[in-house]
């Protein structure tokens, strides 16, 4: 059974169909790499994931469960974790208490205590090596370090499923590389599923999952295991006639 199932999803913004009939299954513990170009619908789909947006039409089954209509608050103690694609933290808080917010309100959700929010914060800390920060407001990292936070506080959430919206863009190339092996190696540990949401191809996301589903203008243009899907000529043609770097 897989982890997570979308089936022709539908989604409009007045005339605009930002997600067109899209239907796609992410297997537990399943690497994919989600890449369109900018506006091809990524972020409306991961929307439509987390429960930001319901969509018009189709299911979207999680673990079995129809939680078409579950509002954010009832998806992620089941298990759904995200990052932001512009970070949003409390800026006065501490990196720290940003972190336990995510284990607070993640799949541990009313089950861990204070003490052991923290506890998750402070190991998410040290493994995405922000432990020197740990007391700093939130609101004074850099943007990498915003960005890494935000992995933390999604991977504090322990999910299932974690949902990056381009959580690595901006970083420099050697860093992505780093941080894309590093969430696969937590990935495969707790048998988290990680989909990830990049512009354009993006070496170290596409070297590392195991599928990639490319979106055009809201509509799956692709959904193929990695190698077969970047060479695929229709992947070629959205990217302007451009092989792909990987
Ligand atoms: N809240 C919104 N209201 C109106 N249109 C939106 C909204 N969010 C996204 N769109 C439109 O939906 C399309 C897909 O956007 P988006 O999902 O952000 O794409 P991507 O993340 O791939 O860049 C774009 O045409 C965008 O302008
Ligand atoms: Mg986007």
Excluded at 6 to 33: P, Y
Excluded at 180 to 200: C, G, L
Aim: glycine share 8%; no cysteine.
């Amino acid at each position: 059974m897989s982890l997570l199932k979308l089936e022709n999803v539908t989604k409009r913004f007045g005339g605009l169909i930002a997600v067109n009939d899209v239907s796609l299954e992410i297997n537990q513990g399943e690497f994919v790499g989600i890449v369109g170009p900018n506006g091809s619908g990524k972020t409306t789909l991961f929307n439509i994931i987390s429960g930001v947006y319901i969509p018009e039409e189709g299911r979207i089954i999680f673990d079995g469960l129809d939680i078409t209509n579950f509002q954010p608050y009832k998806r992620a103690p089941l298990g759904i974790g995200r990052t932001f694609q512009i970070p949003r933290p409390f800026a006065s808080a501490t990196v720290r208490e940003n972190v336990a917010v995510g284990a607070m309100f993640g799949s541990l959700g009313g089950k861990a205590s204070v003490d052991e929010s923290f506890e998750i914060a402070d190991q998410t800390i040290e493994r995405i090596g922000l432990q020197d920060h740990r007391f700093k407001a939130a609101g004074a990292l850099t943007p990498v370090e915003k960005k890494l936070m935000e992995i933390a506080r999604a991977l504090a959430m322990k999910p299932k499923l974690l949902l990056m919206d381009e959580a690595m863009a901006g970083m420099h190339p050697n860093d992505i590389d780093q941080m894309v092996a590093f969430i696969k190696q937590i990935a495969i540990e707790e048998k988290i599923a990680v989909v990830a949401m990049v512009e354009h191809i993006m070496r170290a996301v596409v070297g590392m999952a195991e599928k990639v589903i490319v979106l055009h203008q809201g509509s799956k243009l692709v959904d193929a295991p990695t190698k077969q899907a970047l060479e695929d000529p229709k992947v070629v043609e959205v990217y302007l006639g451009h092989p792909p770097e990987a």
